[in-house]
């Protein structure tokens, strides 16, 4: 069973630059699985942040960036703003009509 | 705009049945592949299953493979999921998307939630 992993926690600064990552437990991550990122805050539903590793969602701020960072898919958040306090979680098509959510990583801004 | 609007989670007992619906505006349904994604309380988003534009391609996770069905009728521009023999762990907010495209299930914009309690 595929298992997709996110950092637990994650904490940045006001202004700051912060990377959040996500992998495989067996193996690497590529542009052919289509990595995409949602963002939550407590008590709302999901929002597309990004798809398909770096293409925005429409109205999501260029402080927003998707990649692959060696083995993971990255976003990356350019000057986080108390806003950005959210959880942020990526997914993976792992073939078969099959997709698999990583585990959320919890942003803190402070 | 899109809009979706999922109903039909409520409080059942263990081993009962539900059909959840999503209710699509805004948008050509017929054109787009679905999906359901759900969230224990307290826990990180799980994708559950999805169906592409046609209805003729289905596809489930294994929780929950052999137990729920997806399904749509594109004449009323709605998304179904059949969830039978309902264990605790099934205990979740079910999230309606859209997907990206006809075939690209992949979750897109987002309904509210009906919220599924199973106990006794």
């Known amino acids: 069973q595929t298992v997709v992993t996110q950092e637990p926690s994650f904490s940045v600064s006001p202004g700051g630059t912060v990377t959040l990552t996500c992998g495989l437990s067996?193996?690497?991550?590529?542009?052919?699985?289509?990595p995409s990122w949602y963002q939550q805050t407590p008590g709302q539903a999901p929002r597309t942040l990004m798809s398909s590793t770096s293409i925005r969602s429409s109205g999501v701020p260029d402080r927003f960036s998707g990649s692959i960072l060696g083995n993971r898919a990255a976003l990356t958040i350019t000057g986080a703003q108390a806003d950005d306090e959210s959880d942020y979680y990526c997914i993976l098509y792992v073939g078969s009509g099959i997709w698999v959510f990583g585990g959320g990583t919890k942003l803190t801004v402070l | 705009e899109v809009q979706l609007l999922e109903s039909g989670g409520g409080l059942v007992q263990p081993g009962g049945s539900l059909r959840l619906s999503c209710a699509a505006s805004g948008f050509t349904f017929s054109s787009f592949g679905m999906s359901w994604v759900r969230q224990a309380p307290g826990k990180g988003l799980e994708w559950v299953s999805a169906i592409r534009a046609g209805g003729s391609s289905t596809h489930y996770a294994d929780s929950v493979k052999g137990r729920f069905t997806i399904s749509r009728d594109s004449s009323k521009n709605t998304l179904y999921l059949q969830v039978n023999s309902l264990r605790g762990e099934d205990t979740a907010v079910y999230y309606c998307?859209?997907?990206?495209?006809?075939?690209?299930?992949?979750?897109?914009?987002w309904g509210q939630g009906t919220l599924v309690i199973v106990s006794s």
């Open positions: 067996s193996g690497s991550v590529s542009t052919d699985y289509y």
């Open positions: 998307a859209r997907g990206m495209t006809t075939s690209d299930t992949r979750p897109d914009s």
